[in-house]
Every structure is written in structure tokens, then in C-alpha cells.
């Protein structure tokens, strides 16, 4: 296959595997996000997450995490149900936690279709990822056309809205790049006045006030600062995308893995606050909860009341 039947079949493919889309874009250095990034650091809204402020240069070139990296290959996978948890007052999760985690779905289809490409190109290199390393996922979707960077800072498709994993595959395979879209969130602000913290402006989010960081990335304890702003999530936090109007077209995913456990769906609130170490095990087993552990779930529970 010549370049551009090569890249017609891995978009095929990826689809074929269950993937929404794939989108391809040039490894190069990311000139427009390097201050962008500089300065929301700068800023501390990355809060705790001191990782964010590691490895700069690698974050803004790939080429520097893979040496001899020619391209960027984007993907996602759908998440979206709609399927919700059957009691309003218990603690909310949010959609993407209610399977298996995402890291070890998503590592073994990109392992898959990255030895389908080196079955069809020959012998090439790369590496893939999944919030493994210090790759700006959101960026490269929007440079391969996969969508924009929205007002409330998450990936946005016109086609499916933005309840989607993004990944990618960094390779020293030429392919035909794919070029960016436009912006579609016009002069609506439906995320920024939705949002109980009050985390975001137009287009850039302070992490350091975002539920999600709260109830997940944050070792402390949540700030007194939150009290009655939590909007009951207890892990992570869905507000400014359900709120968000591209995501009318979000269509529920096809992925068994996903399915929730009935206990995190059925479970009322007096069911949460006599959760047991045990009873959180088998729940959230193999499931991005976990990776928080039940103390601080627990903690996140007593806040909320």
C-alpha cells in the first residue's frame, strides 16, 4: 500500500476495532501550546498534580518521547451511557469510572493495532499511550482534526460531544496528515455557569479547583472552601459536559468492559455510608476508583454530608 492507502486502511481499522475515530497529525513541537502551558502552570492551577510541571519540553514534542517520530495518531473511544446511578441522593461517580478502567481497555487495543500497522508497513517503531506519559492528548486530537478544545477545556466532536477517551500511538511512520477543525462553542457559556466550583473561564480551567481534581488527583483534604459545592460527586465530576449542547448527539457505547456493576448503579445513599472496605473492593474492582482506595472515597463520602 502506498501512504495514503496505508492511512485510508488504519482509519478503517481503528474503526473496525471499536475506536470512534483516528485522526493523524504531524510530530512536531507544539508552538502555540508551549505558552499557553507555561502559563497555566505558572498560575498553579495545576495545583498538586506537580507531575504536570515535569518534563516540559518532552510534553510539547513528541519527537523528544519517541526519537524519530514522524506522527501523531489520535484516537477515541466512546464512554457516553446513559444509564445513571438509580438514586439522585447518593454519591455521583462519574460515567467513566463506572467500568473497567480505561488504561488497560484502551493499552490492549492500541497494542492490537499498532502490530496490525507493523503487519502492513513493515518494520517501524513507536510507542503507545494512554495517560502514561507526558503527552498533551487533547492538543493532537485537535491538530488531527478530531475536534476543539472547548470553553470548558475538554476535546469537542460536532459529531458525538466530548464523553470519549482520547489515546494515541506516536510512530516513525509517514501517513497523510489530517488538519485541524474550527471552533464551534460560538458565544455559548453553559459549562462556565454550570460549573459548582466556579473552576472555569472561557477556555482554561483551574485544576486546583475542579471537582475531579478534588475527589481524585488531590491527597489532601478538600479544601473547607468546597463545602456544599461538590454538587455530591464523589469521583470525578460530569457537569460541564453533560451541560455542554454538542453532547445531544453523544450515542451510548458498545463496550462490554464498560458495563457498571449494579451495585454502583442501585446502591442509595445509606448504602454508600455503610460501604465496607470489602464491599469496595469487589465494586470497583479493575475500576479507576480503585486507584483512589476506599479511605479516600470514604473521606470524599464524609465531606459530602
Same mark, same amino acid.
Given at each position: 500500500?502506498? #501512504?495514503?492507502?496505508?492511512?485510508?486502511?488504519? #482509519?478503517?481499522?481503528?474503526?473496525?476495532?471499536?475506536?470512534?475515530?483516528?485522526?493523524?497529525?504531524?510530530?512536531?513541537?507544539?508552538?502555540?501550546?508551549?505558552?499557553?502551558?507555561?502559563?497555566?502552570?505558572?498560575?498553579?492551577?495545576?495545583?498538586?498534580?506537580?507531575?504536570?510541571?515535569?518534563?516540559?519540553?518532552?510534553?510539547?514534542?513528541?519527537r523528544l518521547l519517541v526519537p524519530g517520530a514522524k506522527?501523531?495518531?489520535?484516537?477515541?473511544?466512546?464512554?457516553?451511557?446513559?444509564?445513571?446511578?438509580?438514586?439522585?441522593?447518593?454519591?455521583?461517580?462519574?460515567?467513566?469510572?463506572?467500568?473497567?478502567d480505561y488504561h488497560f481497555v484502551i493499552k490492549d487495543?492500541?497494542?492490537?493495532?499498532?502490530?496490525?500497522?507493523?503487519?502492513?508497513?513493515?518494520?517501524?517503531?513507536?510507542?503507545?499511550?494512554?495517560?502514561?506519559?507526558?503527552?498533551?492528548?487533547?492538543?493532537?486530537?485537535?491538530?488531527?482534526?478530531?475536534g476543539w478544545v472547548g470553553k470548558n477545556t475538554n476535546?469537542?466532536? #460536532?459529531?458525538?460531544?466530548?464523553?470519549?477517551?482520547? &489515546?494515541?500511538?506516536?510512530?516513525?511512520?509517514?501517513?497523510?496528515?489530517?488538519?485541524?477543525?474550527?471552533?464551534?462553542?460560538?458565544?455559548?457559556?453553559?459549562?462556565?455557569? &454550570?460549573?459548582?466550583?466556579?473552576?472555569?473561564?472561557?477556555?482554561?480551567?483551574?485544576?486546583?479547583?475542579?471537582?475531579?481534581?478534588?475527589?481524585?488527583?488531590? #491527597?489532601?483534604?478538600?479544601?473547607?472552601?468546597?463545602?456544599?459545592?461538590?454538587?455530591?460527586?464523589?469521583?470525578?465530576?460530569?457537569?460541564?459536559?453533560?451541560?455542554?449542547?454538542?453532547?445531544?448527539?453523544?450515542?451510548?457505547?458498545?463496550?462490554?468492559?464498560?458495563?457498571?456493576?449494579?451495585?454502583?448503579?442501585?446502591?442509595?445513599?445509606?448504602?454508600?455510608?455503610?460501604?465496607?472496605?470489602?464491599?469496595?473492593?469487589?465494586?470497583?474492582?479493575?475500576?479507576?476508583?480503585?486507584?483512589?482506595?476506599?479511605?479516600?472515597?470514604?473521606?470524599?463520602?464524609?465531606?459530602?454530608?
Open positions: 500500500m502506498n #501512504k495514503t492507502q496505508l492511512t485510508q486502511w488504519l #482509519k478503517t481499522e481503528a474503526q473496525n476495532m471499536g475506536f470512534l475515530s483516528c485522526g493523524i497529525a504531524e510530530a512536531a513541537f507544539l508552538e502555540a501550546e508551549a505558552p499557553r502551558l507555561e502559563k497555566w502552570l505558572h498560575s498553579g492551577h495545576h495545583g498538586q498534580m506537580h507531575y504536570m510541571a515535569n518534563h516540559f519540553d518532552k510534553r510539547l514534542d513528541p506522527t501523531v495518531i489520535s484516537l477515541l473511544l466512546n464512554y457516553y451511557t446513559e444509564t445513571t446511578q438509580k438514586d439522585p441522593d447518593a454519591p455521583k461517580f462519574s460515567k467513566y469510572a463506572y467500568g473497567k487495543k492500541l497494542k492490537a493495532l499498532f502490530e496490525k500497522i507493523q503487519q502492513q508497513a513493515g518494520e517501524i517503531s513507536g510507542r503507545v499511550f494512554v495517560d502514561s506519559a507526558p503527552v498533551m492528548d487533547k492538543a493532537w486530537a485537535a491538530k488531527s482534526g478530531l476535546l469537542i466532536s #460536532k459529531k458525538v460531544g466530548s464523553f470519549f477517551f482520547i &489515546a494515541e500511538i506516536i510512530c516513525d511512520l509517514e501517513l497523510d496528515y489530517d488538519g485541524p477543525t474550527t471552533d464551534h462553542c460560538g458565544s455559548c457559556t453553559a459549562c462556565i455557569d &454550570a460549573c459548582p466550583t466556579q473552576a472555569l473561564t472561557p477556555y482554561q480551567i483551574d485544576g486546583s479547583k475542579c471537582i475531579s481534581y478534588l475527589t481524585i488527583e488531590l #491527597k489532601d483534604q478538600i479544601p473547607s472552601e468546597f463545602q456544599n459545592k461538590m454538587d455530591g460527586w464523589a469521583f470525578g465530576c460530569d457537569v460541564c459536559q453533560t451541560v455542554c449542547p454538542w453532547n445531544r448527539f453523544a450515542h451510548s457505547h458498545q463496550e462490554s468492559y464498560f458495563t457498571p456493576k449494579d451495585e454502583l448503579l442501585d446502591f442509595s445513599k445509606s448504602d454508600w455510608e455503610e460501604l465496607t472496605e470489602e464491599t469496595f473492593n469487589v465494586i470497583f474492582k479493575n475500576s479507576a476508583v480503585q486507584r483512589t482506595g476506599y479511605t479516600r472515597l470514604k473521606q470524599t463520602f464524609d465531606f459530602l454530608n
